[in-house]
C-alpha cells in the first residue's frame, strides 16, 4: 500500500523539476496537435489518439502530472472545438483527470525495455482499466445522462425496462462497438511506442547530466 501512494507523492515530487514541465509541456502540445487530426463519428463518439502522448506522461512522471495533463488537455481542446451549444461538463472534466490517474498508476514506474510480455501487459492495464470504467460505464452514464436524457438515472436503468432499453441501444451502437474495436489497436501501438518513447528520454536525460557536469 505503502508503494501505491508513494506513486502519487514522487510524481508530485517531480513537479519541482524543470524538465518535467518542458516535456510535459511538449507532449501536451503533441497531443493538442493529435487531436485536430480525430476522426468524428458523433458529435461523443471520434477515433482520436491523444491517448499516446498522454500516457508516456504518466509513464515518465507519474499519475499527478498525468491527471494535470489530461485535465488541461481537455479544457484546451473544449475551447479549440468551441462547443457552445454544450457548456463545459466539469463531471466529464473529472472524468478526464481520473483518465490521467489511471494511467499514471499503471505505466509509472514499469519497465519498459522492449516488446515484450510486461509491456503488452501494462499497456492493457493501463487503455484497458480506462476504456472500461472510464469510456464504457462512467463517461458513457455521464453523457446520456448530461445530454441525450437528463431524467435518466441508475435507479430508472434497473426500474424503468423502456429507459433501460433505449440507454442499451444507444450505448451499444455509439459507445461499447468503437472501443472494443479500438482497445487491441490501442494496446498494439503504445507496446512499440512506450519503449521507444522511454529509451530517447532516457538517452536526453543522460546527455543533458553530461553537458551540465562537462560545463
Do not use: H
Amino acid at each position: 500500500m505503502k508503494s501505491f501512494f508513494s506513486l502519487f507523492s514522487d510524481s508530485a515530487k517531480s513537479l519541482k523539476d524543470l524538465r518535467t514541465i518542458t516535456t510535459t509541456g511538449m507532449l501536451l502540445a503533441l497531443a493538442i496537435a493529435i487531436r485536430t487530426l480525430s476522426v468524428e463519428i458523433t458529435v461523443d463518439t471520434r477515433i482520436i489518439f491523444t491517448y499516446l502522448p498522454m500516457c508516456v506522461v504518466g509513464m515518465l512522471f507519474g499519475p499527478v502530472v498525468c491527471g494535470m495533463s489530461t485535465f488541461a488537455l481537455d479544457i484546451i481542446g473544449y475551447i479549440i472545438d468551441n462547443k457552445s451549444a454544450r457548456a463545459y461538463s466539469m463531471e466529464l472534466a473529472v472524468v478526464e483527470i481520473l483518465i490521467g490517474i489511471l494511467y499514471g498508476i499503471f505505466l509509472y514506474k514499469r519497465q519498459f525495455e522492449g516488446v515484450n510480455f510486461k509491456t503488452v501487459l501494462n499497456s492493457f492495464l493501463a487503455r484497458g482499466s480506462v476504456i472500461i470504467i472510464c469510456n464504457l460505464v462512467i463517461r458513457s452514464y455521464l453523457l446520456y445522462s448530461l445530454y441525450y436524457n437528463k431524467d435518466f438515472s441508475i435507479m430508472s436503468f434497473f426500474n424503468d425496462s423502456d429507459t433501460a432499453n433505449a440507454f442499451l441501444v444507444w450505448w451499444w451502437s455509439t459507445r461499447f462497438t468503437k472501443n472494443i474495436i479500438q482497445l487491441p489497436i490501442d494496446v498494439a501501438l503504445l507496446t512499440f511506442m512506450l519503449p521507444t518513447a522511454n529509451k530517447a528520454y532516457s538517452m536526453v536525460t543522460k546527455y543533458s547530466l553530461r553537458r551540465s557536469k562537462a560545463n
